[in-house]
């Protein structure tokens, strides 16, 4: 299974091209493109083609990830679920993902998908901060997961 664009547009809306390596909002990593951050370094700077083509590179590992520890363990998802599961592993990394209360829901048996729906909104702060942005990836993220709204309808609210 692959991302699909709606997928793919709520990770480059939530991320935003950056051309200019910053360090992120929890204060540890430098990060460039839309939310690179395995090479990016101090003072980097970009084309945004070269940002997409890492973005599709993150994209593959975080689609890896989700394969792995989900669809190969029989875990059950939709299009819109392993886009929501792909996009919250882009923003948290793979190791964080399996960490939340997502995932852990996901792992039951049998899975648990309301409890996953549910817990998304808990991972919307960076140093104990709530953010406005995550907060509503996150909202975006249930909403795709519990396929509660159309595409249109969806990037429509995260970009107003």
């Given at each position: 299974?692959?991302?699909?664009?709606?997928?793919?547009?709520?990770?480059?809306?939530?991320?935003?091209?950056?051309?200019?390596?910053?360090?992120?909002?929890?204060?540890?990593?430098?990060?460039?493109?839309?939310?690179?951050?395995?090479?990016?370094?101090?003072?980097?700077?970009?084309?945004?083609?070269?940002?997409v083509?890492?973005?599709?590179?993150?994209?593959?590992?975080?689609?890896?990830?989700?394969?792995?520890?989900?669809?190969?363990?029989?875990?059950?998802?939709?299009?819109?679920?392993?886009?929501?599961?792909?996009?919250?592993?882009?923003?948290?990394?793979?190791?964080?993902?399996?960490?939340?209360?997502?995932?852990?829901?996901?792992?039951?048996?049998?899975?648990?998908?309301?409890?996953?729906?549910?817990?998304?909104?808990?991972?919307?702060?960076?140093?104990?901060?709530?953010?406005?942005?995550?907060?509503?990836?996150?909202k975006?993220?249930?909403?795709?997961?519990?396929?509660?709204?159309?595409?249109?309808?969806?990037?429509?609210?995260?970009?107003?």
């Open positions: 299974m692959n991302i699909s664009t709606t997928g793919l547009q709520i990770i480059t809306a939530s991320e935003s091209f950056r051309s200019e390596a910053y360090y992120d909002n929890a204060g540890k990593k430098w990060t460039i493109g839309y939310g690179h951050t395995a090479t990016a370094k101090q003072g980097m700077t970009i084309t945004h083609d070269k940002g083509e890492l973005l599709k590179t993150d994209i593959t590992v975080k689609e890896d990830c989700i394969t792995r520890n989900f669809l190969k363990k029989g875990v059950l998802l939709t299009q819109n679920q392993f886009d929501a599961l792909v996009s919250l592993s882009y923003n948290m990394g793979c190791a964080g993902f399996l960490k939340t209360d997502v995932a852990k829901a996901l792992q039951k048996s049998p899975p648990d998908y309301e409890a996953a729906a549910a817990a998304f909104g808990k991972y919307n702060k960076a140093k104990g901060k709530v953010l406005d942005g995550l907060t509503i990836r996150r975006a993220e249930e909403s795709l997961f519990r396929n509660d709204s159309t595409r249109q309808e969806l990037l429509a609210w995260m970009l107003s």
